[in-house]
């Protein structure tokens, strides 16, 4: 199976603070990897490091075949990152964002509207300033921009928080199904029962280092893995 994020002794510092102090994992094509930990562990720092965001200190960050450690910029068309940040603009509308990020990745414009409408954003919502949106309105619509970029490597931060429980299975369905076309997903939950659910593999981090991996079931092709 392709490897699409290779991790090999990476350090990534926030500020003086090794976040993550030795990584080593794999992710291979289709795959959707549950990470946890306490707080503090680096489990979003490792999301922000794939998704090109987080310098790296040292070691080998390989990420759908691109050199991070190299060009940290290269991947993020490809990357879709749902963190606690929503990436929205806040003096746009929810359809002008939708739009921006159709546009930006290629896509077409009724994207961005079919992907507000899976995540269940009502029509009167489309016009209404981002700005002026309650939390979990939000939470939707910036799950809703992510999908519409189509990407490869999906990095989702809590993407249950603040939802309800029709918004959950949504979710968990838009997660298995962009499984079944080829993406990959690192997914990052304290919902432990729920995500474990849609993972394949639990990995546990613990003070920036990677623990065992546990494989809970396995994309057509791969093998059982348990090092990562």
């Known amino acids: 199976m392709q490897k699409i994020v290779e991790l090999r002794s990476a350090v990534a510092l926030v500020g003086r603070f090794p976040a993550l102090a030795g990584v080593d994992l794999d992710v291979h094509a289709g795959e959707v990897v549950l990470l946890s930990g306490h707080n503090g562990a680096g489990k979003s720092t490792l999301l922000r490091m794939c998704a090109g965001l987080v310098p790296i200190a040292s070691g080998s960050v390989i990420v759908l075949g691109e050199d991070l450690r190299r060009n940290r910029s290269a991947v993020r068309r490809r990357v879709g990152l749902l963190g606690h940040q929503t990436f929205l603009y806040e003096d746009l509308s929810v359809i002008e964002n939708l739009d921006f990020w159709s546009r930006a990745t290629g896509g077409e414009k009724d994207d961005g509207r079919a992907a507000l409408d899976r995540l269940g954003v009502a029509p009167r919502l489309h016009e209404v300033g981002v700005r002026s949106l309650s939390a979990g309105q ?71 280092v990677v623990q065992a991996g546990v494989a809970t079931c396995q994309p057509d092709g791969a093998g059982p893995t348990d090092d990562s």
């Open 138 to 208: 939000r939470r939707r619509v910036s799950f809703a921009a992510m999908i519409c970029r189509r990407p490869e490597l999906w990095l989702l931060d809590e993407p249950h928080a603040g939802l309800d429980s029709a918004g959950r299975d949504t979710v968990d369905d838009l997660v298995n199904e962009a499984a079944e076309r080829g993406a990959t997903v690192l997914v990052v939950s304290h919902e432990l029962d729920r995500a474990e659910r849609i993972a394949t593999r639990h990995v546990t981090i613990d003070a920036g």
